[in-house]
């Protein structure tokens, strides 16, 4: 895609799933690569296959951890020479009926989304700013921002907050070249789905609520991340891209 190649990109949360499918992808792009997770194995596993595509490294994360989030911020700069684009992708979720909500559960779901997407955005941003080169940054929704599935409420809340934070960050950034957007994707086949709910349910909502009748695969996700970081979205900004099969439509 225009204007990738040469790009330093961070994908924070890129052990598996979506996070590992964007980092391939930008290395095929012919971007630099850093990426992020809390666990070391899952960690060290993912680089051994990214390192096979290109130039990529990583350390150990909690993006809930401001402290942790300087460090990663510090190691990515310095192994990609400048970070250019910012893939906010690090989430969890888990589905627990509302009235059965713990308030560890909920406090750990916002930590998780919420804060450690801000505290992310927040070390890159000051980093591109200084930098006066821009940049983009794509935080990563769910089309749980828009629509309340059951079960989710503190997952759905963090992603309806994560909207209006990108729409706050575009407005605030855009003056500095900066252009901020967020990627809101349906059902997508990845360990955390699999992880998060039961698999009768998942294949209940795939067959009654996604026109296309499938889940999405994190490739298609992460093309969509390359998408809004290249140069073929120069004037978008503000946007919550909706990667979803065609669910939101119905
Ligand atoms: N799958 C879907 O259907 C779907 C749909 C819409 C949106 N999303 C969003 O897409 C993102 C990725 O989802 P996924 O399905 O690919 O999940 P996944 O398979 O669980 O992968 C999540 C990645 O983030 C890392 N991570 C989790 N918590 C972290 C933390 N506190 N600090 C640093 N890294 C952390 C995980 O590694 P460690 O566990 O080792 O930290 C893992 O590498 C999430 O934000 C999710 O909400 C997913």
Redesign the pocket.
């Known amino acids: 895609m225009r204007g990738l190649r040469g790009k330093g990109v961070l994908v ?10 964007a980092a391939r992808r930008f290395l095929e792009e012919g971007c630099r690569v850093f ?5 070391a194995d ?2 060290g596993e ?1 680089l051994r296959e990214l390192r096979e595509l290109g130039p990529a490294g990583g350390t150990v ?4 951890r401001e402290e ?1 989030v300087d460090r990663l911020v510090d190691g990515a700069d310095r192994f990609l020479g400048g970070i250019d684009v910012l893939a906010n ?5 888990r589905q627990q009926p509302f009235l059965e909500l713990g308030l560890d559960e909920w406090d750990r779901t916002l ?3 919420l804060r ?2 801000f505290l992310v955005a927040r070390a890159v941003a000051r980093r591109m700013v200084a930098r006066g080169r821009g940049g983009a940054i794509v935080n ?5 921002a828009f629509e309340g599935e059951p079960g989710y409420a503190a ?1 759905n809340a963090s ?1 309806g907050a994560i909207n209006m934070l990108t729409r706050t960050m575009a407005v605030e950034l855009g003056p500095y070249g900066i252009r901020v957007n967020a ?11 699999a ?2 709910e039961d698999p009768e349910y998942t294949a209940r909502y795939v067959r009654e609520r996604i026109p296309l009748g499938r ?2 695969t ?1 490739e298609e ?1 992460a093309a969509a991340y390359a998408f809004l970081a290249s140069d073929e979205a120069a004037f978008i900004s503000g946007e919550l891209l909706v990667i979803d099969g065609g669910q939101l439509a119905m």
């Open positions: 924070a949360g890129a052990s598996r799933g979506i996070g590992l499918a990426i992020c997770a809390r666990g899952g960690l993912a994360c909690d993006v809930s942790e992708n690090a989430g969890i979720a930590e998780v989304n450690g997407m990563m929704s769910s089309t749980n997952y992603k990627l809101c994707p349906g059902k997508i086949v990845t360990p955390l789905q992880e998060a889940a999405g994190p996700v």
